[in-house]
């Protein structure tokens, strides 16, 4: 599939004025990352879609539970075959949680990594 590349929630545009289109291992990771910074239901065409911030944001919350719901979102994604790895390392001051994972795509693992 081909996308737009987005950098900073910005369709990123060369300096010819074209815009700059992405594929294969990395337009996936960006569709994972679309999901990951996308609230659970914020998206009125898909109310599946995205990451429970619920769960991420509440005080008192669990790792294990974070964990859980980054692997169900990330796993939104079909071309994504496994879900290898996944820490998160939450910033109690700035309430944001650090989210890095690996995952197999077409026999390929990936990283990658987002702030939420």
Same mark, same amino acid.
Request: net charge negative; hydrophobic share 40%; glycine share 6%.
């Given at each position: 599939?081909?996308? $737009?590349? %987005?950098?900073?929630?910005?369709? %990123?545009?060369? &300096?010819? &004025?074209?815009?700059?289109?992405? !594929? ?8 994972? !990352? ?8 914020? $998206? ?10 619920? +769960?991420?944001?509440?005080? &008192?919350?669990?790792?294990? !539970?974070?964990?859980?719901?980054? +692997? ?7 071309? +994504? ?19 890095? $994972?690996?995952?197999? %795509? !077409?026999?390929?693992?990936?990283? &990658?990594?987002?702030?939420?």
């Amino acid at each position: 599939m081909i996308s $737009f590349k %987005i950098l900073n929630d910005d369709i %990123i545009i060369d &300096g010819n &004025g074209n815009i700059e289109l992405i !594929d294969g291992v990395d337009e996936v990771l960006q569709c994972v !990352d679309r999901a990951l910074t996308t609230n659970l239901a914020e $998206f009125f065409l898909s109310p599946t879609h995205g990451l429970d911030y619920a +769960i991420i944001k509440k005080k &008192g919350y669990s790792i294990d !539970d974070i964990k859980s719901a980054v +692997i169900s979102c990330i796993l939104q994604e079909e071309r +994504i075959s496994s879900v290898d790895s996944v820490s998160a390392e939450v910033n109690d001051k700035n309430r944001t949680v650090d989210i890095r $994972f690996t995952a197999t %795509i !077409d026999n390929e693992q990936v990283a &990658g990594e987002v702030s939420v």
